[in-house]
C-alpha cells in the first residue's frame, strides 16, 4: 500500500484523529504538512520538524494564514496529494440557547474554515490535474441528535458543499470524499473539544440528558482511532475513491436508520408532494 509517498496536508493535527494520522503517515514515510493553532503543541504531540514533516501553526479562520500554510507546503514538498480537513470543535446547546456569537464561531471554524482549506489548494490540485480532498464531518451530518443542532447543522454543511465540489472538481483529475465517523475514542468530548452553551435554559431537559449521556461515553466510545487514521490512509490509496464515507458500527447503523426514516416520510407524504406540480396536458 502507497508504494509512492504523498503529501498530505492536514488540518486539527495536534490530537485526536489528526494526531493518530500524522504518526502513521510519518512511519509509513510519507511527507506531512500538519496545522495547528498552537504549533508548540503539535511539535510536543508529532515530534520535530524534519525533511519529512512540516509543523504549522495556522488560523483556519484567517484566509492569509491558510493561504500562506499551503505555500510554504508546495515550496517545501513540490506538490499537494491529499488536503484533509480535520479540525473542528463539537457546539452543544439548543437553537435558543446558543448565542449568535457562539453559533457564528461554530461555523467559522467547522465550515469556514475548511472551505478556506479548499479554496486556497485547489489552485495547486488544479494545476496538477490531481489530488484528494477528505473533508472529515460527522455522523450528526448525516443523522443528528438531541441537543447538538448547532454542530449538525456545521457537519450537514460539509456533507452538502463536498457533494457539490465532487461534481465541481472532477473534470480536473480531483477526487472527494466527505467522511462521517460515529463515536471514537480521542479527546473530541473533553472541555478542549467541546463547548456547551453558556446560558443553559433549565426547561431544556431532553438537551440536558442528551449531553449527559455523551460526557457519559468519554473513554467509552467503540471507534478506535488509529483503525480510523488507517482506514484513511487505505481510502487515499484507492483510484476511484467514495464521496461518502461512514467510520465506526455507530455511525453505520445511524446511517441505515437515517434511510429508512426518509423513505418511509417521503413515501407516506407522495401525493401531497406530487399534488404542487401544474396539470399535465
Same mark, same amino acid.
Given at each position: 500500500? %502507497?508504494?509512492?509517498? #504523498?503529501? +498530505? ?5 495536534? !490530537? ?6 500524522? #504518526? ?68 452543544? $446547546? ?18 469556514? $474554515? ?33 441537543? +447538538? ?10 456533507? $452538502? ?13 480531483? #477526487? ?5 465517523? =460515529? ?15 453558556? !446560558?443553559?435554559?433549565?426547561? *431544556? ?7 449527559? !449521556?455523551?460526557?457519559? %461515553?468519554? =473513554? ?27 467510520? $465506526?458500527?455507530?455511525? *453505520?447503523?445511524?446511517? %441505515? ?16 408532494? #406530487? ?7
Amino acid at each position: 500500500m %502507497m508504494d509512492t509517498p #504523498k503529501v +498530505w496536508f492536514i488540518t486539527g493535527a495536534s !490530537k485526536g484523529l489528526g494526531l493518530s494520522l500524522v #504518526k502513521q503517515l510519518l512511519a509509513n514515510g510519507q511527507f506531512v504538512a500538519a496545522t495547528s493553532r498552537r504549533q508548540d503543541e503539535l511539535l510536543q504531540a508529532a515530534g520535530p520538524a524534519s525533511d519529512h514533516f512540516l509543523p504549522l501553526q495556522v488560523d483556519l479562520t484567517d484566509e492569509s494564514s491558510v493561504a500562506n500554510a499551503l505555500d510554504k507546503t508546495h515550496r517545501s514538498f513540490r506538490r499537494i496529494d491529499v488536503v484533509v480537513n480535520n479540525a473542528g470543535y463539537g457546539i452543544g $446547546g439548543s437553537i435558543e440557547e446558543l448565542t449568535d456569537e457562539e453559533t457564528r464561531q461554530g461555523f467559522e471554524v467547522n465550515v469556514f $474554515g475548511s472551505l478556506n482549506v479548499i479554496r486556497h489548494a485547489l489552485p495547486y490540485l488544479r494545476a496538477q490535474q490531481s489530488g484528494h480532498i477528505i473533508n472529515i464531518s460527522s455522523i450528526a451530518g448525516i443523522s443528528a441528535s438531541s441537543g +447538538w443542532a448547532i454542530y449538525a447543522a456545521t457537519k450537514f454543511a460539509m456533507v $452538502g458543499f463536498s457533494e457539490v465540489l465532487a461534481d465541481d472538481v472532477k473534470e480536473f483529475g480531483i #477526487k472527494v470524499t466527505v467522511v462521517a465517523p =460515529g463515536a471514537f475514542r480521542t479527546r473530541f468530548l473533553s472541555s478542549d473539544s467541546l463547548v456547551l452553551a453558556q !446560558k443553559p435554559i433549565d426547561a *431544556y431537559t431532553s438537551v440536558r440528558a442528551s449531553h449527559a !449521556k455523551y460526557k457519559q %461515553m468519554d =473513554g467509552e466510545q467503540a471507534g478506535d482511532p488509529e483503525k480510523a487514521a488507517d482506514a484513511l490512509i487505505r481510502l487515499a490509496d484507492e483510484a476511484n475513491p467514495p464521496v461518502y464515507l461512514l467510520l $465506526g458500527s455507530d455511525a *453505520y447503523r445511524r446511517a %441505515m436508520n437515517k434511510l429508512d426514516v426518509l423513505n418511509q416520510t417521503f413515501t407516506s407524504h407522495e401525493a401531497l408532494t #406530487k399534488s404542487t406540480d401544474f396539470p399535465q396536458s
